[in-house]
């Protein structure tokens, strides 16, 4: 009888270590922008898994007059091109704990890309802390996790 209770313990705390790891959040998902600078609501983001690596795309614009806009400012074949369904992050690498880091951060309204790291933060897995590097310097935005009816 003690050996049955014990392996159905074992089984109980697998159980609970595996829902765990299932239910832990990931980088991966929708994200709300919103602007640093004047809290305007922005665009919802797609961040998923291709390859191994880490992409994002534009997938909404929530910007009151800004639905249609085109990438005016970019340059070569993005140029005029639709926000929306644009690629904004290519190729990023999981580092150690969750950290994902690439070279390609697009901003669109600024037509520059930047050097990027993207990272749950640590008190709220619920937002999304994504620094763009510009030489020495760097801005980080924080993003919110659309949760999905």
Partial sequence: ????????????????LLCQITWSQSVFGKW??????????????EIYEEDGLMHAKVVEILEEGKKGALCTKCEGE???KPILGMKIMQDFEEQKDGIYKGDSL?????????RGKVWLDEDNENQLKVRGYLAFLHRTQTWHRVVEK
């Fill in 78 to 80: 993005q140029k005029d």
């Fill in 106 to 114: 697009f901003d669109p309204e600024q037509a520059m890309t930047f």
């Fill in 32 to 45: 709300k922008t919103i602007d640093d600078r004047n809290g305007v609501n922005k665009a919802i983001i």
């Fill in 1 to 16: 009888m003690k050996r049955s209770k014990m392996r159905n313990n074992w089984i109980y705390l697998i159980c609970f």
